[in-house]
């Protein structure tokens, strides 16, 4: 019997391990001064609970983001998003290739523009790098073109692609929401589907960025920026915790 070597490289989409570990610490932490206040300050249980509940959404926290890790994980509705098998489909904001990694697993022939800005500083050792390794992992480097680009200001021609998807970066961009759907609008092909995943206030968003998730817009609103940028919702629903939509270029443009 021949042993096959098991693949000992495994994907690096950039996560530090620190910062989520702190948030299992800090928790632990707050439980324990939690416990110290109960019994030593017992007129201040209030304050107590407080602290045992925050802890609890830092554990939550933890488990969401260890969890999103997993390139097992980053499991998206493909359903109806391509037009045929050799569709031309632009990664937008690609980041270290999750997405990328995740078309490819369907589409075996088509080709894939993966582009982003890759200054991120929030990523270990610089996303370009880091797209470049975990694609050669996947095996999929000959099919993937890495291009540096401003999904604000795309350097294509009008109606270039077959298909465009974005995941977890559109909903960062603050009042540039809106200029990075017209462009991609632009660049798609009329009757091309495109495919948004975005974060949206939720608990699971909570556990995982607490406050932080107040500064993300509601599905209403989405929904008034597709119709401001030319879009036909196709879809919509809910996976892993995010929201997504299947947008279509609507065939009445107007400027």
């Given at each position: 019997m021949i042993k096959i070597k098991k693949n000992e490289e495994k994907f690096d989409f950039g996560w530090s391990h620190v910062w989520m570990n702190a948030y299992w610490i800090i928790g632990l932490s707050l439980i324990i001064i939690s416990v110290l206040i109960y019994f030593t300050f017992p007129f201040l249980e209030i304050m107590s609970f407080v602290l045992i509940l925050i802890s609890i959404n830092l554990f939550g926290g933890n488990y969401v983001w260890r969890r999103?890790?997993?390139?097992?994980?980053?499991?998206?509705?493909?359903?109806?998003?391509?037009?045929?098998?050799?569709?031309?489909?632009?990664?937008?904001?690609?980041?270290?290739?999750?997405?990328?990694?995740?078309?490819?697993?369907?589409?075996?022939?088509?080709?894939?523009?993966?582009?982003?800005?890759?200054?991120?500083?929030?990523?270990?050792?610089?996303?370009q790098v880091l797209l470049e390794k975990n694609l050669k992992i996947a095996r999929i480097h000959d099919?993937?073109?890495?291009?540096?680009?401003?999904?604000t200001d795309l350097d294509f021609k009008d109606s270039h692609f077959d298909s465009i998807i974005s995941t977890y970066a559109i909903d960062h961009l603050g009042k540039n929401k809106l200029k990075a759907l017209k462009e991609?609008?632009?660049?798609?092909?009329?009757?091309?589907?495109?495919?948004?995943?975005?974060?949206?206030?939720?608990?699971?968003?909570?556990?995982?960025?607490?406050?932080?998730?107040?500064?993300?817009?509601?599905?209403?609103?989405?929904?008034?920026?597709?119709?401001?940028?030319n879009f036909n919702l196709l879809d919509e629903g809910m996976i892993n915790g995010t929201a997504y939509f299947l947008l279509e270029k609507s065939h009445n443009q107007s400027e």
């Open positions: 999103g890790m997993k390139i097992e994980y980053i499991t998206l509705p493909f359903v109806d998003l391509f037009s045929s098998d050799e569709d031309l489909i632009l990664d937008a904001c690609c980041g270290t290739g999750r997405t990328s990694i995740a078309i490819s697993k369907v589409m075996k022939k088509g080709n894939i523009i993966a582009l982003d800005r890759f200054d991120a500083n929030y990523i270990e050792n610089g996303g099919k993937v073109t890495i291009v540096k680009g401003d999904i991609i609008n632009r660049v798609l092909k009329l009757d091309g589907k495109f495919l948004l995943v975005v974060f949206v206030p939720n608990i699971i968003t909570f556990l995982a960025a607490n406050i932080l998730c107040l500064s993300f817009i509601s599905k209403k609103k989405w929904k008034r920026l597709f119709s401001l940028s």
